[in-house]
């Protein structure tokens, strides 16, 4: 079972709350963006419990009648339970949307907000450490990421995406580059391409790449040994800032 690691101060106290209702009969609710770790969280801390769709309302009525720990994912406020529902259980229910808190609050004792990743820096520190070491493992490769360039505008779903496509990328080979190129631009191939269209794919990586490494339009036409202004047109044609 994956464990879950924080050393968010905010983080640490919802660990604290959760971890003090083990031994008491009372519902919780945490709410948070997606893929901001929540089930791994309540996993870590509960994993005995007893997993269901809250909006399956019918299975869900059924499990309250057989065990006493229960998570309820998905919940939704539009779903039609009340306190009753609940009484003399453990329930914990896992909810997308953050707004849910005021809406249903009442029916739960204790009530959680889980902050995205971007409120959480020592955080995206630790799980793009992990996941660095995870995909160079599978890669056999010992590469490093550029801190200032991790995605997390889905939080962890894409850090982790953007972490293992970096460690990808940067392990090919020249042959493997072009044997993703070609099967690529076979399977693009149609009557309505161009050279103009398909040459874009690697001709914008190439000036992004070489703009950014040398920062100067002067260099990298130097070193591509091509006339500064057909450098120039070539970056007003494809937009590159």
Known sequence: MENFNSSSPEVTKIQKGLRLTKTLLVSSLIAGEKHTGKKTLIKDIFPDAFWIDAKDIKEVKKALGVHQEIVLSNFDS???YNESDFYSKRVIAICDDPSIIKKKESL???????PPL???PSDVKILAKKFIGKANE???NDIEIDMKNLDISENIKSLKKSIYKEVFSSSLDENEIKSILYNYFYNA????NG????????ERPLIEAGLKKYKSQLKLASILKINRNTLRKK???LGIN
């Open 138 to 140: 599978i890669m056999g």
């Open 195 to 202: 050279y103009r269209e398909l040459s874009e794919i690697f």
């Open 108 to 114: 739960f004792s204790f009530v959680y907000l889980l």
């Open 235 to 237: 970056i007003y044609e």
């Open 189 to 192: 191939f149609d009557d309505e």
């Open 118 to 120: 971007r409120e959480r």
């Open 78 to 80: 539009s779903l039609p």
